[in-house]
């Protein structure tokens, strides 16, 4: 089904209504993460071996902000094109990178959900299972276009 500009619209006003407070968003989507997996934490090795408390990560509050930029560009993406093209280059970096740190499509599953509960949560007013289902979309090609890198070449 094609993503319309109303999916767009439903992505990209919602993140503009939150962005601002995307370094608190972040942290909340992280714990939200770890509460129900607490396993994860060790796959970030910025997480192991250090006193920084999660709170006050930098590295931490970067990966959550890019997963919500990002996404929200999948989504603009996907209603200009009809498929998520991100630059070569990020896209190859990113599957390197996620291939390498063993991430699974069960911890892309987690991130999903603790996504979509922490949006509904800061947007409850705006909130419906439309504006659900278009971010999931887009957080689902996303992942896609990253799985894709992270294949094995055979
Ligand atoms: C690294 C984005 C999903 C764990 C990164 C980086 C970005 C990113 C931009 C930094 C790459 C670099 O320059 O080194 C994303 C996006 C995701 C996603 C857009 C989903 C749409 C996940 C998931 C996990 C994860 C589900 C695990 C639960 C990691 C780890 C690193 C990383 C462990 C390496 C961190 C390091 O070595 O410092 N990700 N990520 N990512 N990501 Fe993700």
């Given at each position: ?13 919602s993140w ?41 990560n930098p ?86 276009a990253i ?8």
């Amino acid at each position: 089904m094609a993503f319309t500009a109303e999916k767009e619209a439903l992505v990209v006003d919602s993140w503009n209504a939150i962005k601002a407070d995307a370094a608190e968003l972040g942290l909340k989507f992280f714990l939200r993460i770890f509460e129900i997996t607490p396993s994860a934490s060790g796959l970030f090795p910025f997480l192991r071996d250090t006193s920084v408390p999660l709170e006050k990560n930098p590295k931490l509050k970067r990966h959550a902000m890019s997963v919500f930029a990002m996404t929200c560009e999948a989504a603009v993406q996907l209603r200009k094109l009809g498929r998520v093209i991100l630059k070569e280059t990020t896209i190859k970096h990113l599957g390197a990178t996620h291939a390498k740190a063993g991430i699974t499509g069960e911890h892309f599953e987690l991130m999903r959900y603790a996504l979509l509960e922490t949006i509904r949560e800061a947007v409850p007013y705006m909130w419906s299972p439309k504006m659900r289902n278009a971010w999931a979309e887009s957080y689902d090609q996303l992942v896609e276009a990253i799985k894709k890198e992270m294949r094995p070449v055979a």
